[in-house]
């Protein structure tokens, strides 16, 4: 993708979605694509508004990191959704894009065969390396909350930098065969508008089983960083109704849920 305006109508005439994607700013090249998703549902964007670029300048991940955002490789996408109820189950929101996300690699782009697991919360991995991530954001704009959806997808061949070269692999390397960033958006996006429908009218937990059985973090030790800063040696036991994972301290008889952290896989 390159030209603004031939972005988006390449991603509409071959997008099959109702909702999701329907609405499309696409910028060659921008800070980060949240930050404009934020900026377009302040303004008001609609519900499942799309922001894509093909590089971005300041692309962010999860607690503060930087997301590598060269230009032309990969997918940078971030969508606006507007709940129409502002209860607790939103905060399983990224654990429900990733089981969107991986239906579409798999069934998408990435065609069977090849082993794609979800890290929690919001990791797609291949092996032990990462292969897309999913950073949601949330403001309350006059009352109503509003999110953003963004997640980056590693798909073009990719000279790394040294501190990604190990932990960081692209769907070229995964599967072998050259995928267009745009045909792996679309891919996903049609995988996800059904999963957000689901989530919307029932929130995780119909889409719990679905998580647990592709989730590679559960059933091990694990170490997991705390929001106070804790890191400890769990057993990773299963996932609570709303996407906690369900954890045993070492000599616990009783599960601990962990509502939010990091883990750490030895
Ligand atoms: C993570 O794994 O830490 C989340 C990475 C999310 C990266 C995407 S790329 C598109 C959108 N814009 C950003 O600045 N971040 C997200």
Redesign the pocket.
């Known amino acids: 993708m390159s030209d603004a305006s031939d972005a988006v109508a390449e991603v509409a005439v071959a997008l099959g979605t109702r909702w999701l994607g329907r609405a499309h700013r696409h910028h060659a090249e921008t800070?980060?694509?949240?930050?404009d998703a934020a900026a377009w549902a302040a303004a008001g964007a609609p519900h499942g508004a799309l922001v894509t670029?093909d590089e971005?300048h300041?692309?962010?991940?999860?607690?503060g990191?930087t997301?590598h955002?060269p230009a032309g490789s990969h997918?940078?996408?971030?969508v606006v959704l507007r709940p129409t109820t502002a209860d607790a189950r939103w905060s399983a929101l990224g654990l429900a894009v990733g089981v969107g996300l991986r239906d579409g690699l798999r069934d998408g782009a990435l065609g069977a065969g090849v082993d794609l697991g979800l890290k929690w919360p919001?990791?797609l991995l291949v092996g032990d390396r990462?292969l897309?991530?999913?950073?949601c954001e949330a403001r309350w704009i006059g009352g109503a909350p509003q999110i953003v959806v963004?997640?980056?997808i590693n798909v073009r061949r990719q000279a790394w930098p040294a501190e990604l070269r190990a932990r960081a692999i692209t769907l070229e390397e995964a599967t072998g065969a050259a995928h267009r960033p745009a045909d792996v958006l679309v891919a996903v996006l049609e995988a996800l508008e059904p999963v957000l429908d689901e989530f919307g009218a029932r929130g995780f937990a119909g889409l719990r089983e679905r998580y647990e059985s592709a989730c590679v973090s559960l059933g091990r030790v694990v170490r997991v960083s705390e929001a106070d800063g804790r890191a400890t040696e769990v057993f990773a036991a299963a996932l609570d109704h709303d996407g906690a994972l369900l954890v045993r301290d070492p000599g616990a008889s009783r599960l601990r849920r962990v509502e939010a952290g990091e883990l750490l896989m030895p």
């Open positions: 800070g980060s694509t949240n930050d670029a971005q300041a692309g962010r991940g999860r607690l990191r997301w955002s997918v940078y996408a971030s919001n990791d990462k897309a991530g999913i950073l963004g997640f980056g």
